[in-house]
């Protein structure tokens, strides 16, 4: 009896041996699933040369800003605008006091009137100077004439010599004082204009029409020469300035169009055109400034933060479409189709994005037919019915 239970178990151990043989999966392979074939679409995935692209970022600006600043000291009495305010070339900024530029140019007005006055009593010396100088002129030419004819002694002569000579320097001088008083009353006008001009900078005006985006001072300080009190840009044009490594900046072109994205103003794209290349770079960075000039858009505002891809060579690279990609954790794939039309998930490395495609840096070989937006009832291993 102990025998045949024995050799009941031995044949029931090799009869599940047998049958488990003949059921063995291949390492790698799985079994077709059972059930009804998944339609799916497909696209077959090729390597081509593609353009590489570099994506710079930058900062919006306005094409044209200034920062607008006192020219003389004094104590700021008021600001006529602020930020966000529009203004016309022209219009009255900040006020600053000008009581001591008021001061300086009465002073220099008296002095311009007293350096007049100074002028008529020099001219006046002149003239009479002028009358003796001629009475002496004529006298010596009398008394040379008598000394010839021996009318006169020599002495005498000598006596009208001098006195000729005396009335000549005293012209001279008269005039050389004249001059002075011109070039005083000259000073005195150049003080009174600059005091003029200082005066009116007392009163900051706008450079041109644009937009207060910036107040830097407050009412009661005191502004030095070149103090910064308000930013003013333009209105009507914008640019984004590009920061671009030396790498690349030999590909970039002036006249060059290139889309522009602002995710502060929506996902479209904005055609800009490359400007201004500077040819001269960071020497910290060792990168280039490219200004790229972009139309206005209503939300636009400086400080914006901007993308813009460049065109920097070209590369044979193999991209997908994004429908196809299948993230899963940190596991991407996609569904191929194999010659047997059973679906096989691939585990792939993607690189950068380029709109509805993304590389395909490995796990995949040209011609492999992709499942483009796979059904989720496609599971590795099912049978796939490829529409036309």
């Known amino acids: 009896m102990r025998t045949l239970n024995l050799m009941a178990a031995i044949l029931l151990i090799t009869g599940l041996s047998l049958f488990s043989c003949s059921e063995k999966i291949e390492p790698g392979s799985t079994l077709p699933l059972e059930g009804p074939s998944v339609a799916v679409r497909v696209n077959e995935a090729r390597s081509a040369v593609q353009p590489v692209v570099y994506e710079a970022v930058g900062t919006v600006k306005a094409r044209l800003s200034a920062t607008v600043s006192s020219k003389l000291m004094g104590v700021i009495q008021a600001f006529k605008v602020k930020e966000g305010d529009r203004v016309k070339q022209g219009d009255l900024l900040v006020v600053?006091?000008?009581?001591?530029?008021?001061?300086q140019l009465n002073q220099a007005q008296a002095a311009l009137a007293e350096a007049k006055k100074a002028e008529t009593g020099?001219?006046?010396?002149?003239t009479a100077a002028d009358a003796g100088a001629q009475k002496a002129r004529l006298s010596y030419a009398r008394n040379q004439t008598m000394?010839?004819?021996?009318?006169i002694t020599q002495e005498t002569f000598e006596t009208v010599d001098a006195q000729n000579k005396q009335a000549q320097a005293a012209l001279a001088q008269a005039e050389a004082?004249?001059?002075a008083a011109?070039?005083?009353?000259?000073?005195?006008?150049?003080?009174v204009d600059a005091a003029t001009v200082a005066q009116k900078d007392a009163r900051i005006l706008a450079p041109f029409d644009g937009e207060v985006t910036a107040?830097?001072?407050?009412?009661?300080?005191?502004?030095?020469?070149?103090?910064?009190?308000?930013?003013?840009?333009?209105?009507?044009?914008?640019r984004v300035d590009l920061v671009v490594p030396e790498t690349f900046i030999q590909s970039v072109r002036m006249g060059e169009s290139v889309d522009v994205r602002i995710s502060a103003i929506g996902e479209a794209s904005i055609t800009g055109t490359v400007s201004v290349i500077v040819p001269s770079a960071d020497?910290?960075?060792?990168?280039?400034i490219v200004q790229v000039n972009i139309p206005t858009a209503e939300s636009l505002r400086s400080g914006m933060f901007a993308r813009v891809p460049l065109t920097v060579g070209e590369q044979k690279t193999m991209r997908i479409l994004q429908s196809a990609v299948i993230r899963k954790g940190q596991l991407t794939g996609v569904f191929i189709v194999d010659e047997k039309g059973t679906a096989r998930f691939r585990l792939i490395r993607t690189g950068r994005s380029y709109g509805e495609q993304v590389e395909v840096i490995s796990g995949l070989q040209d011609g492999a037919r992709i499942v483009v937006d796979p059904p989720a009832q496609l599971n590795n291993g099912s049978t796939v019915e490829i529409e036309k």
Do not use: C, H
């Not at 600053?96 to 001061?103: E, I, K, N, P, T």
């Open 96 to 103: 600053l006091d000008d009581r001591q530029v008021v001061a």
């Open 122 to 126: 020099a001219m006046s010396a002149r």
């Open 147 to 151: 000394l010839a004819g021996g009318a």
């Open 177 to 179: 004082m004249v001059e």
């Open 182 to 191: 011109r070039f005083r009353i000259e000073q005195a006008q150049a003080a």
């Open 215 to 238: 107040k830097l001072a407050d009412a009661g300080s005191l502004a030095a020469p070149g103090t910064p009190l308000l930013t003013l840009e333009r209105a009507g044009g914008y």
């Open 283 to 288: 020497q910290s960075s060792r990168t280039f």
